[in-house]
């Protein structure tokens, strides 16, 4: 395109749909190069917020406009990928961060800057469009976002919402996980393998780990519990289906959806009628004194090994409707 000679105005208003814009494209419209660099200087009425990308206002960027800078300064062919795409898939279950990760071509040359990283790739993913920003698909920007996350709880939380919420599939997420980066990957094998075992959320990790230890029969997690007649009980946490013991981690905190504590209440009151050994337990007790939970545990399944086991019939959710 070339350079204009007189300041085409109208025309940086249209192409800064954010108000944020390329010193290159300023220059093509004619605003000259002068007039760039003294009103983005400090003080200026505009502000630059990566190399060669200027915003045409003063004052605190939008999370728009530096998701707009990011694309604009990481070129033709790249995506918003990790947490800034997450948030714009809509998911919720994520640490705040201004930090926007974006993928680009393997051959291009652009380094990390001010609040972007940049990640040059070889497996650049077909983009979506998401809040009217290109993003890659939310399976990729799930894991290259848990690849980054500092703690396993953080990971659980955000892939369990993404899989709670139907919006990806934990097979899809385990194979992204094994085709893509190496970095990060071994918090990502230790949560899909909960999401596997139908895990939904950090407290249900806590307890998954803790029961592998207790020497007990096989726990199945987050069954549709149904009696006699075929109407639910419950879905408890836990279920030991030899002996009908349930387990439940009772926190609204850990849980996306809380059905509320009347239902709770409710569910308990249903289960402990049909004859099923209900456990509950905090998910504070877990992280604190494991051993006196185990105990617990232990001691509730000799308990439900002395009476006959209820007619109550289990529903894994490999079977379930999706």
Same mark, same amino acid.
């Given at each position: 395109m070339p350079r204009r000679t007189i300041a085409d105005w109208d025309g940086v208003a249209t192409a800064a749909t954010y108000g944020v814009i390329t010193a290159r494209a300023l220059d093509e419209l004619g605003v000259p190069r002068q007039t760039v660099y003294h009103r983005a200087s400090i003080g200026g009425p505009?502000?630059?917020? %990566?190399? @060669?990308?200027? $915003? =045409?206002?003063?004052? &605190?960027? &939008?999370? /728009? #406009? +530096? =998701?707009? *800078?990011? =694309? #604009?300064?990481? @070129?033709?062919?790249a995506m918003i990928t990790g947490i800034a795409a997450c948030r714009l898939h809509g998911m919720t279950q994520f640490p705040g961060t201004e930090e926007v990760h974006m993928l680009i071509?393997?051959?291009r040359k652009r *380094?990390?800057? /001010?609040?972007? /990283?940049? /990640?040059? !790739?070889?497996? %650049?993913?077909?983009? *979506?469009s998401q809040g009217g920003f290109r993003v890659a698909p939310l399976v990729r920007a799930l894991l290259d976002a848990a690849r980054r996350l500092p703690t396993l709880d953080q990971v659980r939380a955000l892939l369990a919402e993404a899989v709670q919420r139907g919006m990806v599939t934990a097979e899809a997420l385990a194979k992204e996980a094994k085709a893509g980066s190496r970095r990060g990957v071994a918090r990502c094998r230790v949560v899909l393998e909960e999401l596997g075992a139908n895990v939904h959320s950090a407290a249900e990790g806590w307890a998954y780990r803790l029961a592998r230890k207790a020497g007990l029969p096989r726990m199945q997690w987050n069954v549709r519990l149904l009696g006699p007649d075929g109407k639910l009980l419950g879905v408890p946490d836990g279920w030991i289906d030899e002996v009908g013991l349930a387990w439940q981690i009772d926190s609204l905190n850990f849980h996306l959806r809380p059905a509320g504590y009347e239902n709770?209440? +409710? +569910?308990? &009151? %249903? $289960? &402990? *009628?049909? @004859?099923v050994v209900v456990v509950h337990t905090l998910p504070k007790h877990i992280r604190s004194n494991p051993a006196a939970v185990l105990d617990e545990l232990r001691r509730s399944y000799q308990v439900a090994r002395q009476r006959? +086991?209820?007619?109550? !019939?289990?529903v894994p959710h490999t079977t379930e409707r999706r």
């Open positions: 505009w502000k630059r917020l %990566l190399p @060669g990308v200027i $915003m =045409l206002s003063s004052g &605190t960027p &939008t999370r /728009e #406009q +530096r =998701l707009d *800078a990011a =694309l #604009q300064y990481a @070129g033709t062919g071509p393997e051959a *380094a990390s800057k /001010e609040f972007v /990283e940049i /990640e040059r !790739t070889t497996r %650049l993913p077909r983009p *979506a709770t209440v +409710r +569910r308990h &009151t %249903l $289960m &402990t *009628a049909a @004859g006959p +086991r209820p007619r109550v !019939t289990a």
